[in-house]
């Protein structure tokens, strides 16, 4: 019988201890950001598109990276005329 009343007295101190001590989401501090959805369907597949969902920094972060991969590329490619042209 003592067991089971200290099991309770430590559950009943335990508890209180533990939800104090969590932390409050911050959910109504920080703003939402809208982020807008788009399907993209690889040309001839059967299958669904992939479906991404960015915000407006995002998507312009997105379109930043990849004019930077074309003109790394395009800088990077050998030209097919002879050096002395």
Do not use: F, W
């Amino acid at each position: 019988m003592n067991l089971r009343a200290l099991a309770a007295a430590i559950a009943v101190i335990a508890v209180p201890i533990a939800v104090q001590g969590a932390e409050t989401p911050r959910s109504s501090a920080q703003p939402r950001v809208k982020r807008t959805c788009e399907v993209t369907v690889p040309m001839g597949s059967r299958l669904g598109g992939v479906r991404r969902c960015r915000s407006a920094q995002e998507r312009e972060e997105h379109k930043a990276e990849a004019r930077d991969v074309v003109d790394r590329v395009q800088r990077m490619k050998p030209t097919l005329c002879p050096p002395y042209c």
